[in-house]
């Protein structure tokens, strides 16, 4: 009968080779899992999809800047605090992500100044695409004004609040909001907080003439000169920002920033303040954003447990391929 032939054929099979076989199978399946593994599995550092939404505080007790609400007011000492919004949104793939930063400027202490709309300095949401693991901006970065002007759309060539996993010591093109172009951050050292690895870059702006970047009614004004005259006023933009970027994630941990904006000739010569800033985030924030990047996985758990399996896997495959074609098997006795 079929049973009893198929139960025959299997007692006459040695257990060294059914064991081997067995080997060979589960050596197989390691090296496959170890191989494919990474490409579903991403503890590489990259960034989260469900990172916490995060918020940069910077404040400046003593800033200059004028009052959109009070233009006659002229340039006035107040304290002045801009606030960015980090956050990850859908659409969302393995290696790319969407990106939604709110960037916003208000003047004096919110519990005594009033009203957070007589507050406001200035206020826009860019919406854009980057690589979950370089940082790079993929898409154009689509702005919201929110002071009225229309939702725009620029290109740019590098990165904004994210810095690529793994960072180097090297230089970077960081986004500038003001500019709406990436500009150069130099790496200045590497230095450690709170145990982990931090690499510091600075990123320096130099009198950029705004209205030679993109046309705005806000980058030029009439200016009136020592001799009663009048003349073309341009904005001018100048910024020192240091950025401090966790090594394993190049998540931004420290930030800071000193920003003298003004109106000047066409020689660049200062007539009107717009805004002079200088502040950076506080040690409770920092310490915050550094736990935030330990707590994700870099990767290197992974990598070794994947190693493991392949050599293991292997080494499986092999013993167990050799059994199967009857090196461990015993010799037969003569008739």
Same mark, same amino acid.
């Given at each position: 009968?079929?049973?009893?032939?198929?139960? @025959?054929?299997?007692?006459?099979?040695?257990?060294?080779?059914?064991?081997?076989?067995l080997?060979?199978?589960?050596?197989?399946?390691l090296?496959v *899992?170890?191989?494919?593994a990474?490409?579903? $599995?991403?503890a590489?550092? =990259?960034?989260?999809l469900? %990172?916490?939404?995060?918020?940069? $505080?910077?404040?400046?007790?003593?800033?200059?800047?004028?009052?959109?609400s !009070?233009?006659?007011?002229?340039?006035?000492?107040?304290?002045?605090? =801009?606030?960015?919004?980090?956050?990850?949104?859908?659409?969302?793939? #393995?290696?790319?992500?969407?990106? &939604?930063?709110g !960037?916003?400027? %208000?003047?004096?202490?919110? !519990?005594?100044?009033?009203?957070?709309?007589?507050? %406001?300095?200035?206020?826009?949401?860019?919406?854009? =695409?980057?690589?979950?693991?370089t940082?790079?901006?993929?898409?154009?970065? #689509?702005?919201?004004n929110? /002071?009225?002007?229309?939702?725009?759309?620029?290109a740019? !060539?590098?990165? *904004?609040?994210?810095?690529?996993?793994? #960072?180097?010591?090297?230089?970077y093109?960081?986004?500038?909001?003001t500019?709406?172009?990436?500009?150069?951050?130099?790496?200045?050292?590497?230095?450690?907080?709170?145990? &982990?690895?931090? /690499?510091?870059? &600075?990123?320096?702006?130099?009198?950029?003439?705004?209205?030679?970047s993109?046309?705005?009614p806000?980058?030029?004004?009439?200016?009136?000169?020592?001799d009663?005259?009048?003349?073309?006023? +341009?904005? +001018?933009?100048?910024?020192?920002?240091?950025? *401090?970027?966790?090594?394993?994630?190049?998540?931004?941990?420290?930030?800071?920033?000193?920003?003298d904006d003004? +109106?000047?000739?066409r020689?660049?010569?200062? +007539?009107?303040?717009?805004?002079?800033?200088?502040?950076?985030?506080?040690?409770?924030?920092?310490?915050?954003?550094?736990?935030?990047?330990?707590?994700?996985?870099?990767?290197?758990?992974?990598?070794?447990? @994947?190693t493991?399996?392949?050599?293991?896997?292997?080494?499986? #495959? /092999?013993?167990?391929?050799?059994?199967?074609?009857?090196?461990?098997?015993?010799?037969?006795?003569?008739?």
């Amino acid at each position: 009968m079929p049973g009893g032939c198929s139960g @025959n054929i299997v007692r006459m099979l040695p257990k060294s080779r059914i064991f081997s076989a067995l080997l060979l199978g589960i050596g197989v399946a390691l090296v496959v *899992w170890g191989l494919v593994a990474p490409r579903f $599995v991403h503890a590489d550092g =990259r960034l989260p999809l469900d %990172l916490q939404a995060t918020t940069y $505080v910077l404040h400046d007790p003593d800033a200059q800047t004028t009052i959109n609400s !009070d233009p006659l007011a002229g340039v006035v000492t107040t304290p002045v605090t =801009r606030q960015l919004h980090f956050e990850v949104m859908d659409p969302a793939s #393995a290696d790319e992500a969407t990106i &939604r930063i709110g !960037d916003s400027m %208000l003047r004096g202490d919110p !519990d005594t100044q009033g009203f957070e709309q007589e507050r %406001l300095l200035s206020a826009a949401v860019s919406s854009f =695409r980057i690589d979950r693991t370089t940082g790079e901006v993929l898409s154009d970065i #689509a702005l919201t004004n929110q /002071l009225a002007s229309p939702t725009v759309q620029y290109a740019v !060539d590098g990165i *904004w609040l994210k810095f690529p996993t793994d #960072a180097q010591e090297t230089t970077y093109n960081v986004v500038d909001p003001t500019l709406r172009e990436a500009r150069p951050a130099d790496f200045v050292e590497s230095t450690e907080i709170d145990g &982990r690895e931090v /690499l510091h870059y &600075r990123q320096v702006i130099d009198n950029a003439n705004v209205a030679e970047s993109f046309a705005d009614p806000n980058n030029t004004t009439t200016l009136t000169t020592e001799d009663g005259g009048t003349t073309t006023g +341009y904005f +001018y933009h100048n910024v020192t920002r240091d950025f *401090w970027v966790d090594q394993r994630t190049g998540l931004l941990v420290d930030l800071s920033e000193s920003i003298d904006d003004y +109106y000047g000739d066409r020689t660049g010569q200062k +007539y009107e303040q717009k805004l002079l800033f200088d502040a950076s985030l506080d040690d409770a924030a920092v310490s915050s954003l550094v736990s935030q990047a330990e707590s994700i996985p870099n990767g290197d758990v992974s990598k070794i447990a @994947n190693t493991v399996g392949i050599v293991i896997g292997a080494i499986l #495959a /092999l013993v167990g391929l050799a059994g199967c074609f009857g090196a461990f098997g015993g010799k037969r006795k003569g008739a």
